[in-house]
């Protein structure tokens, strides 16, 4: 069964339909390997969303899945935030604009999206491959004006209105949105073992994590990736925020 | 360079993320740091809401809330783990031995591992008798596969599996009440289980208002 077709009933956005493009195979150069000596991870090919997914595409799936609703979904599953700024549990509202990416989920519903879909939440290493890419080169991750550009997304003040997905310009792969418009969750957005205090010395890591501990951070020029790093590692998986979205990832063999 | 990561983290730890003003700043003097405000917030809900299947040390198949009705400590591990795990361990049994006689009857213990494909309910039999674990109250069991991410997403421990097959992760000890809601939560070896203590004994101390689980 082709992607195209199990993403067809969730096709409901007014945008274009949501498509899959292969991304990789390639190398993530992680600024905190996740192990000693681990400073290249080699990331197979995979289907990624082309864009994040939208409001629209969300309040089908709620629809069709009412135990997601805002008002039946259990506390355990996702937090009080959760699509607070939809009008209803089962309608958008002036607030929330179809084809905007769709916020305040949290990992367990977008999971839980994803899986409807046949597909899955990408990991860190595929998420971050694809991120890797400005529009020409696969891996611009250490072109210092590609990194000053994501740098300056976080510069510019927050906009009152998310804009819609799919404005920019796709990257080499295809993808859209990486950057730019909301952080993104990850299938194992909690493998990174950081401490919230790195004030702490290696021996208290050991005591907090078993294995490696404190990981030492490479390539110390891409603050774009501490960024991501650090708003990974606040998350509770229940947790919904207004600036953080998803999109979904197939396993993708050869074409 | 570590406390300009410790300022980001910082930072990043405000729940509604705010694009930040400015590139952050190269150094920033630890004494201007404020303590850290990385304590997760556990959801305020049952965790036994989520169906999970897991399989015990004496190979029963029972469910995530198989202690449902008593106060209970859930952590992950895995069996062939040499430094934490075992700390882990000792870190409970010592927690245990700090209980009132009544509390520590009512207790219960579920060590969940991140590798069910080597921890079989042999390799679990045979660390229970070598830890000297009370089986009467204490399970180690195994999940299917794909819930393992689940799991350590439900108790907030953080983890990833290295090349050798061992295991980096977090030594979280989450508290549930009666029902499977979390009430309190360590999240490492070192924190003090003084608050820990005394909300088992809290809980101990109040008869359930359900019916009594075996």
């Known amino acids: ?255 | 360079m570590r406390n300009l990561l410790a300022a980001l983290l910082l930072a990043a730890c405000e729940r509604e993320t705010p694009t930040p003003a400015a590139p952050p700043p190269a150094e920033v003097p630890t004494a201007a740091l404020a303590p850290s405000t990385n304590a997760p917030t556990m959801p305020d809900a049952p965790l036994y809401d989520v169906a999970m299947t897991l399989e015990d040390q004496g190979g029963a198949k029972v469910g995530l809330d198989t202690f449902r009705g008593h106060p209970a400590v859930l952590s992950m591990f895995y069996a062939s783990c040499k430094a934490a795990c075992p700390m882990l361990i000792s870190k409970i049994q010592g927690i245990e031995a700090r209980l009132s006689p009544e509390a520590r009857a009512e207790l219960r213990v579920l060590l969940v591992s991140f590798d069910p494909e080597r921890d079989t309910p042999e390799v679990l039999q045979r660390l229970a008798l070598e830890q000297h674990l009370d089986l009467n109250r204490w399970k180690l069991a195994r999940p299917a596969p794909q819930d393992v991410r689940l799991l350590s997403a439900l108790l907030g421990v953080k983890w990833n599996r290295l090349s050798n097959g061992e295991f980096n992760h977090s030594s979280v000890l989450v508290l549930l009440d009666r029902d499977g809601e979390p009430v309190s939560r360590l999240g490492t070896l070192a924190d003090d289980p003084t608050s820990f203590l005394q909300t088992v004994e809290a809980m101990a101390s109040t008869a359930p208002v359900s019916a009594v689980a075996p």
């Open chain 1, 1 to 255: 069964m082709s992607p195209l077709s199990l993403l067809l009933p969730f096709a409901l956005a007014l945008g274009a339909p949501q498509t899959q493009v292969p991304v990789g195979p390639g190398v993530w150069r992680p600024i905190f390997p996740p192990e000693e000596g681990l400073e290249e991870v080699p990331v197979g090919r995979f289907l990624l969303d082309a864009r994040p997914v939208t409001n629209a595409e969300l309040l089908a799936f709620v629809r069709t899945h009412p135990e997601w609703r805002r008002d039946r979904v259990s506390r355990a599953l996702a937090d009080e935030g959760y699509l607070t700024h939809w009008a209803a549990p089962d309608a958008l509202g002036p607030d929330a604009r179809p084809d905007q990416p769709a916020t305040r989920v949290s990992w367990y519903a977008a999971r839980a999206y994803c899986a409807a879909r046949g597909a899955r939440l990408p990991t860190v290493a595929e998420w971050e491959l694809a991120a890797a890419a400005s529009e020409d080169e696969p891996d611009a991750s250490r072109d210092p004006e590609f990194r000053a550009r994501i740098l300056a997304w976080y510069g510019q003040p927050a906009t009152a209105t998310l804009a819609d997905v799919g404005q920019g310009e796709p990257n080499y792969w295809g993808v859209s949105d990486l950057h730019g418009l909301v952080w993104e969750w990850t299938e194992d957005f909690n493998s990174l073992l950081v401490s919230g205090d790195n004030r702490e010395q290696k021996g208290a890591d050991k005591l907090q994590f078993c294995g490696a501990g404190a990981l030492e951070a490479r390539d110390r020029g891409d603050y774009a990736a501490f960024m991501r790093v650090a708003q990974r590692s606040s998350m509770e998986a229940h947790y919904s925020t207004s600036t953080l979205g998803f999109r979904c990832a197939s396993d993708g063999g050869k074409p």
